[in-house]
């Protein structure tokens, strides 16, 4: 199935993937769920606000276990992360299938809609329209690269904007959710081990910085004439780095829009956006507003913010053991926290227990085209997850 999505939204000039919501490759995608979900003869459902549920069995009777992640990706990303989440569930269905097991509750397969937050800046935007978490009149507010909003572009895939919203129907549907990604970090191959299971997602947020100063000509301005943004962008990129260093968080600026973008022009404006995170939610909070502070007037608006998120500690454990058991060795599996969001993450704070199944990455590397798993731990935790819908589907 992996092979199947290879060329969807892939620039041969990096081997990276674009799968920006709602693009041509993204629609692509979800019609390959679509035909995948038919093959097995599941119970298709999008719910309203585009997310997708394949069901075998009916959720309307007794609320099911679901499995699942997302089709989308950041620019340049890798194939495994999202889709190795979606193939390894209809995986999993299969092999449960080639046991012989009948699911004694329904057992449901998910695709949310733009988990990364590529497009318009704000990630698991399906999960959080679906919990309430989003605001429908901001998300259908938020504009893309090219000026195009939310709403703007629901319309043009030929679904009514007015939809979006809290679904209580699809949220009464899901008794548990578990979610099979691909480690963003070298967590488990330090332990060598193929798979193991989330702990807590790091409280995370994103920040948009405009830095806001004058227009003017690159070769008659004089320097002590200009008011050029650019400077005090510079000073807080750095200073995040050190401040970020210094409160043992992580820091990121990975996205930049200069206007007017003239080369030989000094700038009007800067707009960067920061991506903060860590293991204690008051030292993330307390960098953004350090980094504020020092950003000499710029207009600063958070974007998204995430508390921590620990995933259901029953279900967490329940996992481990049964994936464990499962094994040669029969020890527990890791438990590993992750500084990444996740779909199961906004789940899991809305009420909805919550787990992740984590499979090796062996550099660690992610939102890159460098991402990779290999075939015999992919095929690791696929067998994990058919253990645990099993025994969680009694």
């Not at 301005?221 to 043992?248: C, H, K, Q, S, W």
């Amino acid at each position: 199935m992996l092979d199947e999505l290879a060329h969807i939204g892939r620039d041969l000039s990096t081997n990276g993937y674009v799968r920006d919501a709602w693009s041509a490759a993204d629609l692509e995608l979800r019609e390959w769920f679509r035909g995948e979900a038919a093959k097995r003869g599941l119970d298709l459902r999008e719910d309203r606000n585009g997310n997708l549920w394949a069901w075998w069995g009916d959720p309307s009777r007794e609320p099911g276990v679901v499995t699942g992640s997302h089709l989308d990706s950041v620019r340049q990303g890798g194939a495994f992360d999202g889709p190795l989440g979606v193939v390894s569930a209809f995986a999993a269905l299969d092999l449960l299938r080639e046991r012989g097991v009948s699911p004694g509750r329904p057992l449901g397969v998910a695709c949310f809609t733009d988990e990364e937050g590529a497009r318009f800046g704000v990630p698991c935007v399906g999960s959080r329209l679906l919990t309430g978490v989003l605001d429908p009149g901001r998300a259908l507010g938020l504009t893309d690269d090219e000026g195009d909003t939310l709403a703007d572009v629901l319309t043009r895939a030929g679904r009514d904007p007015r939809d979006i919203g809290r679904d209580d129907e699809t949220l009464a549907t899901v008794g548990a959710f578990v979610e099979l990604h691909v480690e963003q970090g070298r967590g488990l191959a330090a332990q060598d081990s193929p798979v193991g299971v989330a702990a807590a997602i790091w409280p995370h947020g994103r920040w948009r910085f405009d830095f806001r100063g004058r227009a003017d000509h690159a070769g008659t301005t004089r320097l002590e004439d200009r008011d050029d943004p650019m400077l005090p962008f510079a000073r807080v990129v750095l200073a995040a780095r050190e401040a970020a260093a210094r409160r043992g968080v992580v820091a990121t600026v990975g996205k930049v829009r200069v206007s007017p973008g003239n080369a030989n022009a000094v700038p009007g404006l800067v707009s960067a956006w920061l991506d903060a995170r860590g293991a204690a939610e008051r030292d993330v909070l307390d960098l953004v507003a350090e980094l504020a502070e020092l950003g000499e007037g710029a207009d600063v608006s958070e974007e998204s913010w995430t508390p921590v998120v620990d995933f259901d500690e029953p279900l967490r454990d329940r996992l481990a053991a049964l994936i464990g058991a499962a094994s040669e060795g029969g020890a527990p599996a890791p438990i590993l926290p992750t500084g990444a969001g996740h779909d199961a993450g906004i789940l899991a704070a809305a009420g909805v227990p919550s787990a992740m199944v984590f499979v090796r990455n062996p550099t660690g590397v992610s939102h890159s085209p460098h991402e990779h798993a290999e075939r015999a731990d992919c095929e690791a935790g696929v067998a994990a997850l058919a253990t645990v819908l099993e025994d969680l589907c009694r």
